[in-house]
């Protein structure tokens, strides 16, 4: 039995800007830099490649995020549906709440390959 989706108008989503912090429900978290080519995890665990930014989560956590990607920060995991930028302007990443429901360990580290 699959489980019941939240209808898209009641998820949280939260818009970063480069080198600026957004509020992840309670939870502050920075986008450093972005990259036009960069690989990232995907939540099955395969490798994309693709444009990414860097953010900085708890605990001293850096990880490349780009599209589709998901992480989580506070037993919600939170998934990247858009990434922007354009050469010489600064970019942003939406970021959407898939649930409030952890979807692995909360305290489950990103894999190297995320790391910075």
Known sequence: MSEP?????????ENIEETTAGDLMGTRVAMG?????????????????GMACNLALPNDISIWVGMGSTFVVDDI???????EKERGELGS????AD????KQSPDALPSPSQRD
Do not use: K, N, Q
């Open 77 to 83: 995991t939170w998934r990247v549906t858009a990434i």
């Open 93 to 96: 990443v939406t970021l959407t």
């Open 33 to 49: 830099s972005m990259l036009f080519d960069c690989s990232y995890e995907l939540p099955d665990g395969s490798e994309a490649r």
């Open 99 to 102: 649930s409030s429901e952890p």
């Open 5 to 13: 989706v939240e209808p898209e108008s009641e998820r949280t989503v």
